[in-house]
């Protein structure tokens, strides 16, 4: 459905209504979601060959085989020491996710972070404590 979006922007010729777009283009079932009733969901997509088709007519995508020309991928590794109210931010969160396995007698660690929100914010104070609303400076920012 996003490629209606993008049609519609462009002004390619004239679309349907984007209820028609999206029964042509897309397989439907009829869920039901109890309290709020039944409501059709897309659970695929057909005649996407003329989809493709004409998205091409008015994007341009290069994938990275056709690419010419272009230098290697070089990667610089920076060592960050992190210090301050960044640094104790950091101590403080690793302190949390340690007490939190700890209790828990069986962890599935990818599982965990996957989806655990302290490690979420162990990420955004590594990048910067206003990410988590607090004041203090970016050692990232800063290299």
Excluded at 88 to 114: D, M
């Amino acid at each position: 459905m996003n490629a209606y979006v993008i049609l519609k922007i462009l002004n390619y010729g004239s679309l349907p209504h984007i209820s028609r777009f999206e029964n042509y283009f897309c397989i439907k079932k009829m869920v039901d979601y109890g309290a709020r009733g039944v409501h059709p969901k897309i659970v695929g997509y057909k005649n996407l060959d003329e989809l493709k088709a004409r998205l091409e007519r008015v994007s341009i995508r290069r994938t990275k085989d056709e690419m010419r020309g272009f230098p290697d991928r070089s990667f610089i590794i920076r060592d960050v020491e992190l210090s301050g109210k960044q640094l104790a931010l950091y101590r403080t969160i690793c302190g949390e996710i340690v007490k939190e396995l700890s209790s828990k007698s069986i962890t599935n660690i990818f599982q965990y972070l996957t989806e655990s929100t302290k490690v979420l914010r162990l990420r955004q104070i590594m990048n910067s404590p206003e990410l988590l609303n607090e004041e203090g400076d970016s050692a990232k920012y800063e290299e």
